[in-house]
């Protein structure tokens, strides 16, 4: 007997051997599965396709059009089932599904305008006064005074430079011998941040402070110095702020070495040009953030292992960093423990849900949660922090790494959602770090903010002139980035640093690093000499009321 086998081939069927016929029926039901589980794989990978194209269409008009917009991403905003799955999981309940939300009726009120804050006391006041035509035509004998009116405007008088004109006088004593040699007596010179130089702290500290803090290229000093009256080159700039660097090294080198001492750090990197004569060149800023403590930038070349040696090599503690390569070799037994950042994991998230939210929006939710937990457990004791991260955090970090394995199979090869997957899979150990040890941030954020200094500072100035003029500039970055941590006014700061650096100690130089200035402000002999330095006190606009 002849029978039309599968995919039209003809088979010939012995009359008898029921065996066989069974056989031939499993044979067949076995391939008509695989191939149906081959279809449905088929299809996931075309929707798939099919999404990455339109996202890719969507991509393309929006550059056509010039509208790209920010580059970080963010959670989306009004989800109804991304907020209740958050709600969800931190009521340790199974989210929901969202409902319409009720119409609520707000209480009329009346808006209460903004109150004006007076102006600092410190500030120097003019006082005008102003009386009616009438009065000054009549005199004031034909009118009585029944009050005042009172108001004040800020104004701006051009920045002020002073000249410190220093004279020494010289004695000899009038009881001395005639015509012997006489002892000739003259005042000491005072201290000058730099040597035989020709500006004060004071100068000094404003030229750094605009140059790295208000982010304007040199140019752009010279012409604003040429307004307020003086001509300086920015070649002469350059000098004053290379041999500041100098001044300042053994400081920011006590504070690097602190911050290894630290039990976790922080570090990230971002590129910047530097020039050369045929063509620029790539090097990178680094930065390193030993919280609450200090903010360190460092300069190389290479974006390698080499330049990750210079920054934290020896280090033994946790290292809170994206998942670099550069950074493998510092992690192992007797050395550094790799903790991971739940934002870069969150930018993998993101990137999968603008695919297929329906099924991202749980692995969203769970990050979501864990910051929203960290937010208020951020000023809480260790105890309470760990407790809190053991209860509710390590639950919702055992979702999401359970939804990675469950969505592994839908995850296409070169998709958002196979790289958000692949990088949890190989990040799950640095990832879950922070669970074992209260004092660890679950992000890297406070490193990339603090990078953003320069960023922003790259803008202006495009590149830095040579490798040196690199080094000089995370040199003073350093010092300006940790004032701002701990909120110390950093024109005083360097003002003042620059009038006891060049005397200090070397071995208490430490002292005088932002994370401790207000404490050294405090002693005495600092207060002393502070107060000695004539250069200083021409800077106070009111030496009765100046706080230095």
């Known amino acids: 007997m002849t029978r039309i086998g599968w995919c039209g081939t003809r088979e010939r069927v012995s009359g008898g051997g029921g065996g066989e016929s069974s056989d031939l029926s499993a044979s067949l039901l076995a391939r008509i599965a695989e191939l149906e589980a081959r279809l449905a794989q088929l299809e996931r990978e075309r929707d798939e396709y099919r999404t990455l194209y339109l996202l890719a269409r969507e991509e393309n008009a929006q550059l056509k059009r010039g509208l790209i917009g920010q580059k970080a991403h963010r959670p989306p905003e009004n989800d109804g089932q991304l907020s209740l799955a958050v709600l969800g999981l931190l009521l340790s309940e199974e989210p929901v599904t969202a409902a319409p939300a009720p119409a609520q009726l707000v209480a009329a009120h009346t808006r209460q305008h903004p109150v004006r804050k007076p102006f600092p006391e410190h500030l120097p006041r003019v006082s005008v006064e102003i009386v009616p035509p009438e009065v000054e035509r009549e005199g004031l004998d034909a009118f009585s005074g029944i009050g005042v009116e009172k ?22 004593r009038k009881s001395a011998a005639a015509g012997l040699h006489t002892e000739v007596l003259v005042g000491e010179t005072p201290d000058l941040p730099i040597p035989r130089g020709s500006a004060g702290p004071g100068r000094l500290a404003d030229s750094i402070v605009k140059r790295w803090q208000d982010h304007l290229p040199l140019n752009r000093l010279e012409g604003i110095y040429r307004r307020d009256g003086i001509e300086l080159n920015r070649s002469t700039l350059c000098t004053w702020h290379g041999e500041l660097a100098e001044l300042v090294e053994p400081l920011v080198a006590a504070m690097h ?11 990230d990197a971002t590129g910047v040009l530097v020039q050369y004569p045929q063509r620029c060149k ?37 290292v809170v960093a994206d998942a670099h390569k550069v950074y493998d070799h510092i992690y192992g037994p007797g050395k550094a423990t790799e903790a991971g950042c739940w934002s ?19 692995a969203l939710a769970c990050i979501q949660a864990l910051f929203l937990i960290e ?7 260790p105890a309470e922090r760990s407790r809190t991260r053991n209860e509710k955090s390590k639950p919702i970090t055992e979702k999401f790494f359970a939804w990675c394995d469950e969505n592994r199979e839908f995850a296409l090869e070169g998709s958002p959602l196979h790289d958000a997957i692949r990088y949890a899979t190989n990040q799950t150990a640095a ?57 110390i006014e950093p024109w005083a700061y360097l ?34 000499t502070l107060a000695a330095n004539i250069f200083r006190r021409a800077t106070l606009l009111d030496h009765q009321r100046a706080v230095a």
């Open 151 to 172: 108001r004040e405007v800020i104004e701006r008088r051009p920045a002020s430079l002073v000249v410190v004109e220093v004279v020494k006088k010289k004695f000899v």
């Open 257 to 267: 070495a602190d911050a290894l001492q630290q039990p976790y750090l922080c570090t």
């Open 282 to 318: 790539r090097g990178h800023f680094w930065v390193l953030v030993a919280p609450r403590r200090h903010v360190l930038f460092e300069f190389s070349m290479n974006h390698d292992a080499a330049a990750v040696d210079q920054l934290l090599g020896g280090y033994t503690g946790y």
């Open 344 to 362: 870069h994991m969150r930018q993998y998230v993101l990137d999968a849900l603008l695919i297929d939210p329906d099924r991202v929006r749980a």
């Open 375 to 381: 937010r208020g457990i951020d000023r809480a004791p």
């Open 431 to 487: 990832l879950k770090r922070f669970l074992d040890d209260p004092r660890l941030p679950i992000h890297n954020n406070i490193s990339e903010l603090n990078l953003r200094r320069q960023a922003i500072g790259r803008k202006a100035w495009l590149f830095v002139g040579s490798e040196d003029g690199a080094r000089v500039n995370t040199t003073f970055v350093s010092l300006l980035a940790s004032c701002a941590m701990h909120r």
């Open 495 to 528: 003002r003042d640093l620059f009038c006891v650096l060049p005397g200090w100690p070397i071995k208490k130089v430490l002292d005088l690093a932002p994370v401790n200035w207000l404490a050294t402000l405090q002693q005495h002999a600092v207060q002393e």
